[in-house]
């Protein structure tokens, strides 16, 4: 099969896809993006919050002055 | 151009179930199915792995996307209530 047909789907070329095993590495794959998207996204969070937080004990000390 | 300069961290961020992730998510969730769809599958018993994938690919960058979106707000209301309090003779109540 040519490389240029790689962006064309022709009977020729394309093959029926075949669900009756699943794609265990897909889904592994899948799973494991899944978990890391959600780990970074927690760790972002946490990170702006404890920024913010921080800043807005900056800003105190700034302003007001240290008691 | 930066996506989130480093003022917008003093900005609270958004909590982690917010507007554009429950949104985004939902669209990820719909295109799981959609390709489900196009590909003759079952709509929704199909691919739940993907499903999920692209749900948390949505709420990921709607994360993203609401922290700019607070940024760039918060700076046209400081830009705005600036001009107010140096154009005061403009913005006299009316009477």
């Not at chain 1, 896809?17 to 959600?38: C, E, I, K, M």
């Amino acid at each position: 099969p040519s490389a240029f047909l790689a962006f064309t789907r022709s009977a020729f070329v394309a093959k029926r896809r075949n669900y009756d095993q699943p794609n265990w590495f897909g889904v592994g794959l899948a799973f494991s993006t899944t978990a890391a998207l959600w780990a970074l996204l927690f760790k972002q969070h946490n990170e702006d919050i404890m920024e913010y937080e921080r800043r807005k004990q900056e800003k105190q000390h700034k302003c007001t002055g240290c008691s | 151009m930066v996506f989130l300069p480093d003022e917008s961290r003093s900005l609270p961020p958004p909590p982690l179930v917010n507007k554009g992730s429950v949104w985004l998510g939902f669209t990820g969730w719909v295109a799981a199915m959609l390709d489900n769809g196009f590909s003759h599958r079952p709509v929704i018993r199909s691919g739940v792995h993907r499903q999920i994938l692209f749900a948390t690919m949505g709420w990921f960058v709607g994360y993203y996307l609401v922290k700019r979106m607070e940024y760039v707000h918060a700076k046209q209301d400081r830009e705005l209530f600036e001009y107010v309090r140096q154009h005061p003779e403009d913005f006299k109540a009316a009477g």
